[in-house]
């Protein structure tokens, strides 16, 4: 069965260091999207895309936080600088088409924990 | 933008009892999924409801969409251990919004 990968599984940084999570959606799907999880909350939209483009990034810190896409396929979310307040569970999810009347179930992979110290 | 809000937060259940939350979104929604996730997973697809006022049923679960599809609820008959975990509506209109999630926990 087609999986989303996420990598690293667990991420351990100093506050002001720089760090990157990889996704690789299930093979097909346009859509893909990043989410943030703080422990006991629902998951926060960070970054949706559709293909290579950016359909919403509101809520994402841009002044540290940077999303990409490029071929339209996996994804690279990277924080520089970290700051304690980041650390959280960081999802990847994809979904055949997500946006408007077409949206479709969305796929999770397993996640990276992220812990800033 | 867009909010999603869930009630309740927690609910403790025997087992054997029923459980509701609730689902508010402060637009309208083109759809409305809902997902369940086990403690130290990920979130899993349950279902998607498209229609106003329409109904779904799986096997013990219940998902009911508003009419206005603004609001929804998962309602779950006679509680098992199994259906131990948080459960989230998302809704769908440009972006895929989550609430909070009801964290359900059910004494044996």
């Known amino acids: 069965e087609a999986e989303v990968a996420q990598s690293p599984r667990y991420k351990i940084t100093e506050k002001s260091q720089a760090v990157a999570f990889w996704c690789d959606p299930i093979?097909?799907?346009?859509?893909l999207y990043w989410y943030r999880q703080i422990l006991g909350q629902g998951p926060e939209l960070l970054v949706q895309?559709?293909?290579?483009?950016?359909v919403d990034d509101s809520q994402l810190p841009k002044d540290r936080f940077s999303a990409e896409r490029l071929k339209g396929v996996d994804s690279t979310l990277k924080i520089q600088p970290a700051e304690l307040g980041d650390s959280a569970m960081y999802l990847c999810?994809?979904?055949?088409w997500g946006t408007g009347i077409w949206n479709t179930e969305a796929f999770f992979g397993q996640g990276t924990r992220l812990t800033v110290v | 933008g867009q909010q999603v809000m869930q009630i309740p937060q927690y609910q403790h259940v025997q087992e054997g009892e029923d459980f509701t939350t609730y689902c508010n979104s402060s637009?309208?929604?083109?759809?409305i999924q809902w997902y369940k996730q086990r403690p130290g997973g990920h979130p899993v697809f349950l279902i998607q409801?498209?229609?106003?006022?329409e109904v779904k049923k799986q096997k013990r679960l219940t998902f009911q969409f508003g009419e206005a599809k603004k609001n929804s609820s998962l309602h779950i008959t006679a509680t098992q251990t199994t259906d131990v975990g948080t459960y989230f509506c998302?809704?769908?209109?440009?972006?895929?919004?989550f609430g909070g999630g009801t964290r359900l926990m059910v004494k044996p």
């Open positions: 999810a994809s979904s055949p």
């Open positions: 637009t309208t929604l083109s759809n």
């Open positions: 409801l498209v229609k106003s006022g």
């Open positions: 998302a809704g769908a209109g440009n972006m895929l919004t």
């Open positions: 093979s097909g799907h346009a859509t």
């Open positions: 895309f559709q293909d290579e483009s950016v």
